[in-house]
Structures are given as structure tokens and as C-alpha cells.
């Protein structure tokens, strides 16, 4: 992983004792110890989620696939993971409200879209890999409903829900935040760090992953997998957060703020993309998004590069 995302990341570990009680905040040594021994011990298979809750993804996506294009870079294996099923039951983190209940179809179509953007982003990508002996394939899409679909209530809940603690559920920022709100929160987000945890141990049990990447507001979440897959086989994972790309005044990017900036060109235009980063105040290009983005970027780096066919297509 490159140096300017490394300084950018924050680590999950199980040895951080600290974290498992109340607070969503943990020391970080132990795992950053641990997670490059790990990367440098061989291939590992990283994972990350997108709920499609629309049809393309935007700016404040940009981060993490940029940390799962690293990875690939690097040599490992990437899963990128659609919600199908997550999207329908409504990520509560980083929202003040409950979202809209979105169609099973609206979900649908909005898979096929994401999963066709993500797959352009890693072929294209592919491209200035320039070592042609590295033949991992590319990334690996997947719907995490392939593996609900056919579960039902009473065995999931019977099976997997043991393993929850109402008390850790509870102490989540993305749930607390939601119970000192007006409209408190439903079951049904209440169980979304639930979902999550299976994916990171169905995948730890199919793929070997060991690794989830998602912005800092995923950070119950990850640590809800990790806490599971601890629980269920006593393997230890690790979680990578990666910052949100926020606006100038500090507002999170993304469909629910509403400021959306989509990665689809049919959404954003280039042109309207490539404004949205030159309007940036100097202060947040040099202290942040320089760092995020361009210091040993994975992107081509020269506008010579950028004119070849398959780049920005
Ligand atoms: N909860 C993530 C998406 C996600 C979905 C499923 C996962 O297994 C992991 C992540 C988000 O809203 O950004």
C-alpha cells in the first residue's frame, strides 16, 4: 500500500482490547504490526462493499477503490462486494435518517450498473500494471445476495444472531447517533451490522479474506465482522479504514448529503468532475486530497497517459 495511503489509514485489530467495550476508538500499534507482516507473507485477498443504493458510485467511493486498486497493484486478490441484499436493508452509518426502502428491481438495476463501473475501473487499470507475469485476474465482483437469497428468518437468526450482543450492537456510533434522534431507528437498520459481519466471515470462510477496506464511518461495522469471525473460528482479521472525502466546509460526500459528485459520466459530467477538484480550496488540495489521491497514485500520472484509448473511456 502506497506511503500516502498508509499515513491515511487506520487499523482494527483483535489484540485492541480497548475497543470491544463502549467507545468506537482504538489504539492502533498492535495491528499496524501485524496487517504489513501479513501483506508481506504473501498474496492476501482484500475485500470491500458498495451498497447500491443508486446507479453509479461517486466521489466519496473513490477513496476505497483506489485503496482495492493499491492491493491489486501490490498483488493481491480483490473482492468487490454489491449489496444486493445490504441495499435493501439500509446501511444506518453516517445517516440521520432511515433511508427509503428501495426495490428489490431498483436494486437490481443498480448492481448491474455499479458492477459494470467497477469491473471498466479495474480493466482499464489493468493496463498500466505493466507486468504482464502478474495474472491474478482482475477483481472479483460479487453479489453478497447470491448467499442470502436462500437463508431463511428463522435459521439465520438462530444461527448467526447468537453471536450478537445486544449490549455491542447498542454501543455502535451509527446506532447510538440514530437513538438520541427524533425518529429513533428501525429493526431492520438496527440489524445492518449484522449482514455486514456475515459477508466478512462468508468471505473469510470462501476466499481466505482476511482483510475489509471502508471509510471510517464503516468502523462499527468492520469491527462487528471482525468480533464474529473472532467468535465463530478464532481467526483474526483486520479492518482498514480509509478517510471520507469531505467538501471544503467538512460535509461528507455522497448521495445522502445530497452533493453527490457520481463517478458515471452520464451523471457527472468529465468536465463537471474535473471542476468539482479544481474549485477545491488550496488548503484541502495540499493538506488532504493530494495525499489521497495523486502522491503515489495508482492513476496514470502522466496527461500522456490519460490520451491513450483506454483510459478515460
Ligand atoms: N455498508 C457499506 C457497504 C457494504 C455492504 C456490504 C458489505 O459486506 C460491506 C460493505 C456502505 O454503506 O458503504
Redesign the pocket.
Known amino acids: 500500500m502506497a506511503a500516502s495511503m498508509a499515513r491515511s489509514c487506520r487499523f482494527v485489530s483483535r489484540n485492541h482490547s480497548s475497543f470491544l467495550p463502549r467507545r468506537e476508538s482504538f489504539p492502533e500499534s498492535a495491528a499496524q504490526d501485524q496487517l504489513p507482516s501479513l501483506l508481506q507473507s504473501g498474496a492476501q485477498t482484500v475485500y470491500?462493499?458498495?451498497?447500491p443504493t443508486a446507479d453509479s458510485l461517486h466521489v466519496g467511493n473513490l477513496l476505497a477503490i483506489i485503496g482495492l486498486l493499491h492491493f491489486r497493484k501490490a498483488g493481491h486478490h480483490v473482492l468487490a462486494?454489491l449489496?444486493g441484499a445490504?441495499a435493501q436493508i439500509g446501511?444506518p452509518?453516517g445517516k440521520t435518517s432511515e433511508r427509503e426502502r428501495l426495490s428489490a428491481d431498483v436494486v437490481e438495476a443498480n448492481t448491474r450498473s455499479i458492477r459494470d463501473s467497477v469491473q471498466r475501473i479495474f480493466t482499464n487499470h489493468e493496463l498500466y500494471f505493466h507486468d504482464s507475469s502478474r495474472k491474478l485476474g482482475t477483481v472479483t465482483v460479487l453479489n453478497?445476495l447470491s448467499w442470502y437469497k436462500d437463508r431463511n428468518a428463522v435459521g439465520f437468526l438462530s444461527e448467526v444472531g447468537r453471536y450478537f450482543r445486544m449490549g455491542t450492537m447498542l454501543s455502535r456510533h451509527s446506532v447510538q447517533s440514530r437513538l438520541r434522534s427524533a425518529d429513533g431507528m428501525s429493526l431492520t437498520e438496527f440489524t445492518?451490522q449484522v449482514?455486514?459481519a456475515y459477508?466478512?466471515y462468508h468471505l473469510n470462510q470462501t476466499y481466505g479474506c482476511k482483510i475489509?477496506l471502508?471509510?471510517t464511518d464503516?468502523l462499527g461495522?468492520l469491527m462487528s465482522g471482525h468480533e464474529f469471525i473472532h467468535k465463530v473460528s478464532g481467526e483474526e482479521v483486520f479492518g482498514l479504514t480509509v478517510p471520507l472525502v469531505t467538501s471544503s466546509v467538512g460535509d461528507k460526500l455522497g448521495k445522502t448529503a445530497g452533493n453527490a459528485m457520481w463517478l458515471n459520466r452520464d451523471r457527472t459530467s468529465p468536465f463537471d468532475l474535473y471542476q468539482f477538484f479544481l474549485r477545491q480550496p488550496d488548503a484541502s488540495v495540499e493538506g488532504r486530497f493530494l495525499d489521497f489521491f495523486m502522491y503515489n497514485s495508482v492513476f496514470p500520472t502522466a496527461g500522456a497517459a490519460c490520451a491513450e484509448e483506454a483510459c478515460c473511456k
Open positions: 470491500c462493499g458498495f451498497d462486494v449489496g445490504t446501511d452509518s453478497n445492518y449482514f455486514q459477508d466478512f475489509q471502508g471509510g464503516q461495522n
